[in-house]
Nanobody, 123 residues
Framework: QVQLVEHGGGLVQAGGSLRLSCAAS????????MAWFRQAPGKEREFVAA???????YYADSVKGRFTISRDNAKNTIYLQMTNLKPEDTAVYYC?????????????????WGQGTQVTVSS
């Protein structure tokens, strides 16, 4: 099993940037497809970005061109670089892992989750 811990959330003005990190322990992140999801108050958890085991990246249309998902194998950590943030990006952001080699976009398809980190974007 893998344990995931997110860091890097906070309060930022619209147009600003944040970098979220997801530190994994227990197993190497190279053996998992990794993803970021987010959940705003009163809304369902939604897909943000994914990085497959073969390092192919995929993004939700709402964040394409603004967010970048990456992996640092030496640090066993996943990152989500977020730029040009908008108030609608405000949510709790979760890191998730799955052992499949396939791209997964649905939250119920992921087996392991972090505790989440709050991102608040002010207008």
């Amino acid at each position: 099993q893998v344990q995931l811990v997110e860091h890097g959330g906070g309060l930022v003005q619209a147009g600003g940037s944040l970098r979220l990190s997801c530190a994994a322990s227990g197993r190497s992140v190279t053996t998992y497809g990794m993803a970021w999801f987010r959940q705003a108050p009163g809304k369902e958890r939604e897909f943000v970005a994914a990085l497959t085991r073969s390092d192919n990246a995929y993004y939700a249309d709402s964040v394409k061109g603004r967010f970048t998902i990456s992996r640092d194998n030496a640090k066993n950590t996943i990152y989500l670089q977020m730029t040009n943030l908008k108030p609608e990006d405000t949510a709790v952001y979760y890191c998730a892992a799955d052992t499949s080699i396939l791209l997964k976009r649905l939250s119920h398809e992921y087996d392991y989750w972090g505790q989440g980190t709050q991102v608040t974007v002010s207008s």
